[in-house]
């Protein structure tokens, strides 16, 4: 598998460089107060992320988001909603797989009903028919149900273009490239320009949705970097719980 063998590089390269990198020196053990708030924010590679925050700032200052702002401009609501609405329904069968592995069974049948009555009805997803009809969306992924299964976070890890993470994260994201079955199809055909124009574009949809949220963090904020860690952290939590996420971000 073409594009298999390339998210396996990455992850190995991704936990090689965790393992060599430098990490934050932790203070004095008898400093309790300091010692409580290094453990809050779980973030022992903090020289290791920033540095790669910086590198994802330029690159997201210099491309990704005017190119999301484009979007925003030249599409109009009624196409975001379109293109949000097939992504959602074309990861389905991953959302249903981390339901089933999560004990949800309910949820699980939600997840098969949107991706039967949206794929029949919905003109192949693109229109969610699903929701008005009563069944709501909702997305699970590897990483939390690594954590279902009580696996821990580890420390907090920033990820190359991908943004804030931990390594039971990363590990999902690898699992979910690997296993999703339109990667898998896609590959099967030789096919591989597919999957990376659909991550290109959910990392664009994303993008756009965030732009208001991220500009608001990061003119309210003392320190970007430690707003945004606090504010993943906060919402992978909630997210691991299937409550309500605050903010959005992911």
Known sequence: MKHSSIAARLAASLIAVALVAGCATPPPADDKE???DWTQTNDPLEPMNRAIFDFNLAIDKAVLKPVAQGYRWAMPQYGKDRVRDFLRNLRAPVVFVNDVLQGEPDRAMQTLMRFAFNTGFGIGGLIDVAEPGGIPYHDEDFGQTFAVWGIGEGPYLVL????????????????????DPFNLYMDHIDRSWPVWTR??????EKRERLLDTLDEIERSSLDYYSALRSTYRQNRNAEVKNSLNPTGIR
């Open 199 to 204: 991550a290109g574009v959910s990392g664009l």
């Open 160 to 179: 190359p273009i991908l943004g804030p993470s931990n390594p039971r994260d990363g590990v999902g994201i690898a699992t979910e490239w690997l296993v």
């Open 34 to 36: 300091a010692m409580a």
